[in-house]
Each structure stands twice: as C-alpha cells, then as structure tokens.
C-alpha cells in the first residue's frame, strides 16, 4: 500500500500494529487511546454517557 494515499486511521492501524511487535517502545500495553480508537463516534459518545451515568447513580446510592 502506498503511504501517500493511506487515511488516517490506516496509518494509526499501521503504527499500532508496528508497537505491538515491539511492545517496549509502548509505555502501557493497552489504554484509553486504544479502546477510542477502535470505536466509532457514536461508540465513544455512548461509552461516555454510560460511565457518567454510572457514576451518578453510584454516587446517589453511596450517600
């Protein structure tokens, strides 16, 4: 594949999978960045609302 016409998310595709062959050039294994990364925005939208509404209704049934 020519790296001139690759989009954005093959050349992060790309740049992942070369870390994951060298895994001491990454500082964690896996992270936040990774799991966004593989979601689509209304993935990411959802997830965010999922863990602020968690976080409410923990904190209601906490007190």
């Known amino acids: 594949m020519n790296q001139d016409k690759e989009t954005p998310e093959e050349r992060r595709e790309r740049m992942r999978q070369k ?3 060298n895994p001491s050039s990454s500082i964690q ?7 966004v ?7 990411t939208g959802i997830l ?4 602020i509404i968690g976080f409410i209704v923990a904190s209601i049934f906490l007190k």
């Open 48 to 51: 965010i609302l999922v863990l």
């Open 37 to 43: 990364g593989g979601l689509s925005w209304k993935g």
């Open 29 to 35: 294994g896996s992270n936040l960045s990774d799991l």
């Open 19 to 21: 870390e994951l062959e």
